[in-house]
């Protein structure tokens, strides 16, 4: 019973996140009959101006609103220079166009963050646990990511149902051609439906890289703890000699496989290691 009622807990916050990917995806296929394969970019585009807005100093609650909008002005870029030169034109094309911008955006994250992992790690108090009965808890991260994906997919329900431009949105995606003949502005019902999808995609991805570096960091902890006496040692930098261990712990190969040379200890502080 624990079981099932801790993976039915995992299983809302994975289908949280899900459900806001999918919102982006949905609303731009329902109005252009495209299957925007460059959507998986947007959601990799967020976390990456979070990184590099927390890295010149900006606090992370503050960055992610403006990662979001950030990730809004790309979804705007996008729709303008790649699909609207394109509208009326066949289904194909547009296809084909999809692929070339997630191509793009790709290459050009490479470019400039190169091709390794990035750690990106969100407040300390997402990896707080809350027992909810034996063999059964709940993280303050599944607890976030529910709450969030509630309110933007309620946001976003009163969004097309009680304003003027959801309305637009939805007979857009009813009919294009016969949207257009009563006056309805398609261009700019096309470029919020792109400003929403992209939001939706970077909240999706902020929500979901944190509860992958928190399952990492527990991950980790239980792994080296298991393996406390054959795999970790205590070292200085530059000698065998002690140090403190608060501070010096070696994660060896076989402890934590990912190094950028090969063989090289990895070190960490104990923070790190809690879970």
């Not at 009965?133 to 946001?155: E, K, P, R, W, Y």
């Not at 919020?192 to 570096?213: E, H, R």
């Amino acid at each position: 019973m624990a079981f099932v009622l801790q993976q039915l807990i995992n299983a809302l916050a994975l289908g949280s996140i899900y459900a806001l990917m999918a919102i982006g995806l949905a609303i731009i296929f329902g109005i252009l009959r495209l299957i925007n394969f460059a959507h998986g970019e947007l959601l990799m585009i967020g976390p990456f101006f979070v990184l590099v807005l927390t890295l010149v100093g900006v606090p992370f609650g503050l960055a992610v609103p403006i990662a979001v909008v950030l990730a809004g002005i790309v979804g705007i870029i996008m729709e303008r220079l790649a699909y609207r030169p394109l509208r009326g034109a066949p289904d194909v094309s547009l296809l084909l166009t999809s692929l070339g911008v997630s191509i793009f955006l790709q290459n050009i994250t490479i470019m400039f963050f190169g091709g390794q992992s990035r750690a990106f790690s969100g407040p300390a108090f997402l990896d707080q646990r809350l027992p909810v009965m034996q063999n059964v808890g709940i993280s303050t991260i599944d607890v976030v990511i529910f709450a969030t994906a509630m309110v933007l997919v309620t946001l976003f329900s009163l969004f097309v149902t009680r304003t003027m431009l959801g309305i637009s949105m939805r007979a857009s995606a009813e009919n294009l051609l016969a949207a257009q003949l009563i006056g309805i502005n398609i261009g700019r019902v096309i470029m919020v439906a792109f400003i929403i999808g992209a939001g939706m995609a970077s909240v999706a991805a902020f929500c979901t890289a944190c509860a992958l570096a928190r399952s990492i960091r527990c991950w980790v902890s239980s792994r080296c703890s298991r393996r406390s006496l054959r795999r970790l040692s205590v070292v200085s930098a530059a000698s065998p000699a002690r140090c403190s261990a608060r501070t010096c712990w070696v994660f060896w190969r076989s402890c934590w496989p990912v190094h950028s040379h090969p063989g090289s200890p990895r070190i960490v502080t104990r923070s790190s290691l809690r879970c």
